[in-house]
């Protein structure tokens, strides 16, 4: 068994644990990246690439945002396609005015290219050094160092970063408090050939169906005439629902009014998958002594949407910033590293509350069927809803009651 010491350990090379790398590694810290699984690897996921994801690649140093408009296999999308539980549908595009050779404001992306993307440029880096293949089992805490142990190999480093997903064994290990299934959605996804009555700009289809509220089903144009098409699920309705999630995904599919002529002449290529999502509506300390967490390992999907790549990777720039500080303090204790977490609470504790305010929105079928509806009625409401994907003010209003009564009732 081969010991090694870094200056920093990262466990899984997802976006979170990669963001976080490649923003550190100009600094010249030895850094060891812990993979289980070995790249391009499989990743279940919508694969939709929100204009999140894309302001953190444009920060990476290195150029990674224009190579990922070169170099990826990728459908640019130019908005959302809503549709109510009583099938009405809005369309809200992503910008008000487009200018002249603008770029796509968000894009679907398969994770296996996109992740492996992300993961090949770690290697242009000497002081990264990757080891693939080795699941870390546990995590222990010294007084000077903190140590992760695989098959093979231990590794110190003298700080940990658990970017190791929504099962993450540095959570587990170093015994972090365990999320109720409050906080919990789970989700399926297919790739389906020959769907029909896509949008022509590639707009992201969610479909509100009353028996998934308030989780819903997706259709996202993918490249090659497929698209990624599932649906999300609190954790306690599939429970209490006792249905398995494919059986479900099938009987849309083949069932429901309006997505069954879509799929009439569709084939599943290759196999639905499916896995958790762990929602930011959970809310605990996301470091302490030496370590930190990123990504799905914090719990910081988006608790409406179920968007968790962009929330990674902005983890990810965060956990580079304070490391940096750390390293050049020496201090990696629960004190120095706090921080951490008030840099998280302030970047997304107003966007966790409004996205749960319209996930309860959500599950309220009779509610959703209103704002659709007036909506498609009303293009000052389509362009609030536009302006919310770009404008912090905006959302922030959505967490005010009364801003709904105003907006629905005038
Ligand atoms: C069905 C579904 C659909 C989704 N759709 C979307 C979407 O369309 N858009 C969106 O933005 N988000 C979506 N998400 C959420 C998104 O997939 C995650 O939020 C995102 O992948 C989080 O990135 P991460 O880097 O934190 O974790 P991950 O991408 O999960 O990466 C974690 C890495 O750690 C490795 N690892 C795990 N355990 C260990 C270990 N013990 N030792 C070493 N390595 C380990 C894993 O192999 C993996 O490579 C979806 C999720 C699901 C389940």
């Known amino acids: 068994m081969g010991n090694f010491m870094f ?28 993979e289980k699984d070995v790249f391009p690897r499989n ?12 302001n953190v690649l444009k920060r990476i140093p ?15 999308s130019w908005g959302i396609r809503f549709l109510a539980p009583n099938h009405h549908a ?21 994770r296996n290219d996109f992740d492996n993307f992300l993961f090949e440029r770690l290697k242009e880096y000497p002081n990264i050094h990757i080891f693939q293949g080795e699941q870390v089992t546990q995590v222990i805490t010294y007084p000077d160092c903190i140590m992760a142990k695989t098959q093979n190999h231990v590794f110190c480093g003298k700080v940990i970063a658990g970017a190791d997903g929504v099962h993450s064994k540095v959570r587990q290990s170093l015994q972090i408090a365990r999320a109720d299934k409050e906080h919990i959605c789970l989700g ?31 259709i996202f144009p993918s490249t090659g005439n497929v698209v990624n098409a599932g649906f999300g699920m609190m954790q306690k309705k ?12 099938d009987e849309i599919i083949v069932n429901d009014p309006v997505i069954a002529p879509r799929f009439s002449g569709a084939k599943l290529v290759g196999k639905q998958e499916a896995h958790t999502l762990p929602l930011g509506t959970y809310n605990f300390n996301r470091s302490g002594n030496r370590f ?15 968007e968790g790549i962009g929330n990674a990777m902005a983890s990810g720039e965060i956990a580079a910033a304070i490391l940096a500080n750390s390293f050049q303090t020496n201090d990696f204790s629960a004190e120095g590293l706090k ?25 309220s079928a009779w509610l959703f069927n209103l704002v659709v509806d007036k909506a498609r009625k009303n293009k000052d409401l389509r362009e609030l809803l536009t302006a919310m994907f770009t404008n912090d003010d905006v959302r922030e209003k959505l967490t005010r009651p009364g801003f709904y009564a105003r907006l629905l009732f005038r």
């Not at 029909?196 to 009353?210: A, M, R």
């Open 90 to 110: 809005v369309d809200i595009p992503f910008l008000l005015n487009r200018a002249d050779g603008q770029t796509a404001p968000g894009y679907v992306c398969r």
């Open 62 to 76: 290195g150029g990674i945002y224009e190579d990922f408009l070169k170099q990826v296999d990728k459908v640019p």
């Open 43 to 54: 990743k279940i996921c919508g694969d939709a690439l929100s204009g999140k994801v894309l």
């Open 188 to 218: 399926i996804r297919g790739y389906y050939e020959n769907v029909t009555g896509l949008h022509p700009e590639n707009f992201i289809e969610l479909i509100f169906l009353k028996r998934l509220l308030p989780g819903y089903f997706w």
């Open 238 to 249: 599939v429970i209490s629902g006792r249905e398995h999630l494919n059986h479900i995904l």
């Open 7 to 34: 200056d920093l350990l990262i466990v899984g090379a997802g976006p979170a644990g990669c963001t976080l790398a490649l923003n550190l590694a100009a600094k010249g810290f030895q850094i060891a990246i812990i």
């Open 292 to 306: 930190l967490l990123l990504g799905d390992a914090a719990f910081l999907v988006d608790p409406f949407s179920g």
């Open 339 to 363: 921080t951490y977490d008030r840099r998280l609470q302030r970047r997304f504790s107003q966007e966790f509350k409004t996205m749960s305010v319209m996930q309860r929105l959500a599950g």
